[in-house]
């Protein structure tokens, strides 16, 4: 599910009807706020946060220079873009990292709003940004938690550290502090306990750890989707602890996104992180404004070319480019590219990021799914090392063989076999095109 969709279909279908105004009377402005108002309100944005946005937008869209202009609908979106880039904290924020390693980041929250899982993922995440983290296991209370830790760990090939679960927490967090300095880790994320409901019991022994380990950042991670509640668990744990920032788990679950756009202007911390998807490389840095142009229907490029870095080997897209030049494009080549668009992330939330892709219509009428992907990867899979490198002997035995092996039809072989070729004729056009013009680029051709 998109970040933000119903929201994100309610804005852009009022700011389609002021494009359609032309010029623009402060009646029109006032109608269309009217309707902006609605959209934040089902979106479970905070009341108190809504009713400040409007009137900060109105101020701004009312004045004779917006009205007055060659493209007021245009400035009137403009203004919203950054009022609500603004509203969700204006620039990105990162974790304060210690100038003398270790540094400890403290993880708190609820149970079950995917504390655990996000130590995992942001462990994952700093080791991609080249530092080396040290997990450990201070959830005493929960069944199964240290070992939920471990498992992660072990997916992740990181070092988990745990004392049990008979050991005071706060002595867990002092000797994982000791551990990353006798053995050179230069990053320490705590998990700690939660309970189902914010208690004095868990408070008093938060404060408690953080009183005798001093972590450098408090991160305080909590459900998108439980909307109100978020902010009102966010502003708790902030008067008592001392928050300094949000991880918004499942937000690719909550097609409203009130409280991405309520947390920071309730509780003044920012949001750090926040949670995509299942997998451990799920998570990413918040970008207030990148966010904002996703909700308005104006893509995010940048982190697409981000999680395009990310994705794709710089040496194989050097030989990539080689076979390009030669037309030796194969199946084989075919299925790494999918594999590697897939990494990237679901195609859904890719192709909301794409100027333009944003709005629901055109994700259904592009008839993109996992689904049909997995069916593609299933395919060529069943085919044999030669029947990829040579499509042109796939006869009509082979095809039949190759569908029964992937659990697909035969028409479903041919549409395949049909598309490859046609992305092979394209290959080669812009490969005859870059001998003219200079290099092809690095990015992938997406089946």
């Known amino acids: ?174 000797g994982a502090m000791e551990r990353a300095k006798s053995f050179g880790y230069d990053t320490v994320i705590l998990d700690t306990a939660g309970r189902l409901h914010i208690d004095d019991e868990m408070m008093v022994e938060l404060e408690r750890i953080r009183a005798r380990v001093l972590p450098h950042e408090v991160l305080l991670v909590v459900d998108a989707m439980t909307g109100q509640d978020a902010v009102n668990v966010a502003t708790t744990f902030n008067q008592r602890m001392g928050i300094d920032g949000v991880v918004l788990t499942k937000l690719d679950g909550d097609a409203r996104g009130g409280a991405a756009l309520s947390v920071r202007a309730v509780t003044g911390k920012p949001i750090k992180f926040v949670a995509t998807g299942e997998k451990l490389d799920a998570l990413e840095q918040f970008h207030p404004d990148r966010m904002s142009s996703r909700i308005l229907g104006m893509g995010d490029v940048l982190t697409i070319i981000e999680r395009a870095q990310e994705a794709f080997d710089a040496e194989q897209a050097r030989k990539m480019e080689e076979k390009l030049r030669k037309q030796q494009f194969t199946l084989e080549d075919f299925l790494n590219q999918l594999q590697d668009v897939r990494k990237m992330g679901p195609l859904d939330q890719l192709l909301g990021m794409i100027p333009g892709l944003g709005k629901a219509k055109a994700l259904k009428d592009l008839q993109v799914s996992e689904k049909e992907l997995g069916k593609v990867e299933a395919i060529i899979r069943s085919m044999t090392p030669e029947e990829r490198r040579n499509p042109s002997m796939i006869d009509g035995s082979r095809k039949r063989r190759i569908a029964a092996g992937s659990g697909t039809k035969v028409q479903d072989v041919n549409a395949l076999l049909k598309q490859f070729e046609q992305t092979r004729k394209m290959i080669k056009q812009i490969s005859d095109a870059s001998r003219r013009r200079g290099p092809l680029g690095k990015m992938p051709f997406m089946p």
């Open 1 to 174: 599910m998109p970040v933000f969709e119903n929201l994100s279909a309610k804005l852009q279908g009022v700011f389609k009807n002021l494009r359609n105004r032309g010029k623009l009377t402060e009646k029109d402005v006032d109608l269309a706020l009217k309707e902006v108002r609605m959209a934040l309100l089902e979106a479970d944005v905070n009341f108190k946060v809504v009713k400040d946005f409007v009137a900060r937008v109105r101020a701004r869209a009312v004045g004779e220079e917006v009205l007055a202009s060659l493209t007021p609908a245009q400035q009137v979106i403009k203004i919203v873009h950054e009022e609500l880039t603004d509203l969700m904290g204006g620039q990105s924020s990162k974790i304060t990292f210690a100038p003398k390693p270790p540094t400890l980041i403290m993880l708190v929250g609820l149970q079950g709003s995917g504390k655990t899982t996000t130590c995992g993922k942001l462990a994952a995440l700093l080791r991609r940004q080249g530092r080396k983290p040290l997990l450990a296991a201070a959830d005493v209370y929960r069944p199964a938690a240290i070992r939920q830790l471990q498992v992660l760990g072990s997916q992740l090939n990181i070092e988990v550290f745990t004392l049990g679960d008979k050991v005071d927490p706060a002595d867990i967090a002092a």
